[in-house]
C-alpha cells in the first residue's frame, strides 16, 4: 500500500486501509492506531496536529480525515 500524501481521494485511501487492515483485526483502536503509518506529508502533518483525545473510534477518524 502506498503511503497516502493527501494529493488524491481520502476516501479511496481509507478503502485500501481498510482492506489491507481487515485482513489482521477488526479491532477499531488498532485500526486507529496503525492509521498514521499509512500517511505522509500533509496529511501525517494533520494528523500529527489532532488534539489529544478527540478520536473516539475509527469512524471518527475517517470522518475528519475525509473532511
Not at 2 to 24: A, C, F, K, L
Not at 45 to 60: A, G, K, Q, V
Request: net charge negative; hydrophobic share 35%.
Amino acid at each position: 500500500m502506498n503511503r497516502y500524501d493527501g494529493s488524491t481521494n481520502p476516501e479511496e485511501h481509507v478503502d485500501i486501509y481498510v482492506t489491507q487492515i481487515s485482513m489482521y483485526t477488526n479491532d477499531d483502536t488498532i485500526f486507529c492506531c496503525v492509521f498514521p503509518i499509512s500517511i505522509k506529508g500533509v496529511a501525517l502533518s494533520w494528523f500529527t496536529h489532532l488534539l489529544p483525545y478527540s478520536i473516539d473510534r475509527f469512524e471518527t477518524l475517517v470522518s475528519k480525515f475525509s473532511a
